[in-house]
């Protein structure tokens, strides 16, 4: 049993549609987004059902499923296809399936992020607060938060090319050259 998270509610149907020609039963895919779970109700039906094994694959947004729903009856797997620029909206998603009741030992999480892209320059900064946030709290940083949503031109422009390093290079030549 597995969950997807995609941003993008056009990508759900889309989703489904391939799974259901790769051989999986369209009965066995649930979306849950603020279009076909319109209540909370509908939502804890949609929650009930996945944990009683009707729902195999669950399809849906962090706005609407990640938080308050339990989706944790025998989840193998959560799939971010669209990665959150949030880390906590990531944790609540995971939290989804990990959870107290799943039987399973382990939770495979897949994060989907393209190399040069803003997804992943984000997913990194994300990963960067994350652990320095994590540091704070354990008591084992003594940094002080600065700027540290602040992104220059020159990081962003490096984060988005082909070749990351080689651009970090050919930046750090410029600027020694000016």
């Given at each position: 049993k597995q969950l997807v998270f995609a941003s993008n509610?056009?990508?759900?149907?889309?989703l489904k549609d391939e799974l259901v020609k790769s051989g999986i039963p369209e009965g066995e895919i649930l979306i849950v987004?603020?279009?076909?779970?319109?209540?909370?109700d509908d939502r804890l039906r949609a929650?009930?059902?996945?944990?009683?094994g009707k729902y195999k694959i669950v399809?849906?947004?962090?706005?609407?499923?990640?938080?308050?729903?339990?989706?944790?009856?025998g989840t193998s797997d959560i799939h971010h296809?669209?990665?959150?620029?949030?880390?906590?909206?990531?944790?609540?998603?995971?939290g989804r399936g990990i959870r107290q009741g799943n039987d399973l030992d382990k939770v495979n999480t897949h994060y989907y992020l393209t190399k040069g892209t803003v997804d992943a320059f984000f997913n990194?900064?994300?990963?960067d607060k994350r652990g320095f946030v994590n540091e704070l709290l354990n008591?084992?940083?003594?940094k002080m938060l600065l700027d540290e949503g602040n992104i220059s031109a020159e990081e962003m422009q490096i984060a988005l090319a082909e070749n990351p390093e080689q651009a970090r290079l050919l930046m750090e030549k410029?600027?020694?050259?000016?």
């Open positions: 509610l056009n990508l759900h149907d889309k987004n603020g279009k076909t779970m319109k209540t909370s929650s009930d059902n996945y944990n009683s399809i849906g947004n962090y706005e609407t499923m990640g938080e308050g729903l339990n989706f944790n009856k296809l669209q990665p959150a620029w949030n880390a906590l909206a990531i944790d609540q998603g995971n990194q900064k994300i990963l008591g084992t940083s003594d410029k600027n020694q050259a000016v």
